[in-house]
Every structure is written in C-alpha cells, then in structure tokens.
C-alpha cells in the first residue's frame, strides 16, 4: 500500500496529506489527530485498519501542526473544532472523497462530530476515541498536568521531533484555549442530534481526559445509529495503549457498514 505525500492549499495555508486509492470503489479513513498529534504520530495504525477493511487512507496534519504551515498565532476562538470541520469539507471536496469514515481521536473526535452533523453528504460514518463535547474538570486538570510536564520534562524535545519550530505555538494554542475562562462554556450537543450516520464511541475508563459522560451523552443524542466501546484500565489514547483491541472493533464497526 503506497501512500502519496503532498502539500494542499486550504484557505491560502498549505495543509499536509497523505493519501492513497487502493480501493476505487470503496469508502476512505479519514484520520483527525489529537491536540499534540499529526500524521506521522498515527504511526502504522492507518495503513492496518485499512488493509484490513479494504478501504483508502486520508490522513493530515492541521494547520499548525507536523508538515503543514505554521498557525499565524496561538489565540484560537471558541468554535474552533467547527471551524476545523469546515476545512475538513473543504479539503473532502478538493480531494473528491465523498463516502468518508472519520476516525478522529481527542480534538480531531470532537472535529469529526462537527463534520458529520454539518456535512453528511460526505460523510459515510464515524469512530470517535476519547472525544469532547463540553468542558469537564478532569478534562481541564489533565491540561494542566499537561503543562507542568511540558515545563519539567523533555517533552518539548520529543514533540519537536514531529513539530519542528511550531511546538511552543501549538502547545499554547492548545492549553490557553481550554483553559480560558471564556470556553468553561463551550459544548457542542447542540450539534449532535444533526448526526445521523452511524457512530462508533471508543474510550478507555481510565481516561485522564474526561468521564465517561461524554460518551454517553453523545451516543444518546445523535439520531443514527450508536455504538459505545468502553476499554478498562485504559487513559487517553486507546489506538495507541491497546491498538489489537481498537483495531479489532473497528473492523468489526466498519465491516457491519456494508450491512446497512
């Protein structure tokens, strides 16, 4: 499986792809990193959940992030992840993928979410791990044990690695903005009932991030079918903790698709 590598330019900002067209006639995994992530931190768990299922591979790094342009500033709005998804359609569009299967983790969960409540033409279904759709307490203390390890340790260093320059942006980017007082108020339920394709909900219960309720309160709110997976003695980032498990479910979720 060969994956082609290119900058797209999205609203004048050069976006990096990776995608490949194995399978003409089947849908495409579109792959929505996390806050810190990026294409390359996905590591081989794509092309996996893509042999296996026998579908194409879109994965990107947003702006700001991995080999895409740098973000102008680090002060993101409230609506942020909406405006994401918007140029996630935007990039489905330029890219002529019109039967997606969003696989988005943290941050890129609650994107894809976005996405499907405002672009369902495009989107075929979605497997959203460790996804948020308010503000909790555990969620805000995890940032901050965030950036006191961000301050303590080497993790600038690891996260240059992928980064480059861009690290002490996107960090603050992502830390300032959920910790403002003005996005204690942000929640996106609202949106879900809009949602009618079919979901799948991946969290690990020991998740350092959030609770098990926005799982719940998202899987009994959209209006398509709903499926949660809830992993014991996992944290954040399931693919990644135990990706035989995740990867497990989500052939399964994927190939039921095809039921439908």
């Known amino acids: 499986m060969a994956q082609r590598s290119t900058l797209i330019n ?54 700001g992030y991995g080999k895409s342009d740098p973000m102008p500033t680090p002060e993101r709005p409230v609506n942020y992840m909406e405006l994401e998804a918007d140029i996630l359609n935007g990039l489905l569009i330029q890219l002529e993928i019109d039967n997606a299967i969003l696989f988005g983790h943290s941050d890129g969960g609650t994107i894809a979410l976005h996405a499907a409540s405002k672009y369902p033409k495009r989107i075929k279904a979605v497997i959203c791990e460790a996804a948020h759709i ?12 965030a950036m006191e390890t961000y301050k303590t340790t080497n993790l600038p260093e690891r996260l240059e690695k992928y980064h480059g320059n861009k690290v002490d942006t996107l960090f603050k980017a992502w830390t300032e903005t959920w910790t403002r007082s003005d996005y204690r108020d942000w929640n996106i339920e609202h949106c879900l009932p809009k949602i009618g394709c079919p979901l799948l909900f991946i969290q690990g219960e020991a998740d350092e991030y959030g609770s098990l309720q926005q799982v719940e309160k998202t899987i009994n709110q959209v209006s398509g079918i709903s499926e949660k997976f809830i992993i014991p003695d996992v944290g954040h980032t399931p693919h990644k903790e135990c990706p035989i498990v995740v990867l497990s479910r989500s052939v399964e979720f994927i190939e039921q698709l095809n039921k439908l």
């Open 10 to 63: 999205i609203n004048t900002q050069g976006l990096y792809v990776e995608r490949n067209k194995d399978y003409p006639s089947r849908p495409t995994l579109v792959f929505l990193h996390d806050s810190l992530g990026c294409a390359q931190l996905w590591r081989d768990f794509p092309k996996i959940l893509a042999e296996a299922t026998q579908c194409n591979i879109l994965v990107y790094d947003r702006l």
């Open 134 to 145: 308010f503000v909790e307490d555990v969620t805000l203390q995890g940032i901050y044990d």
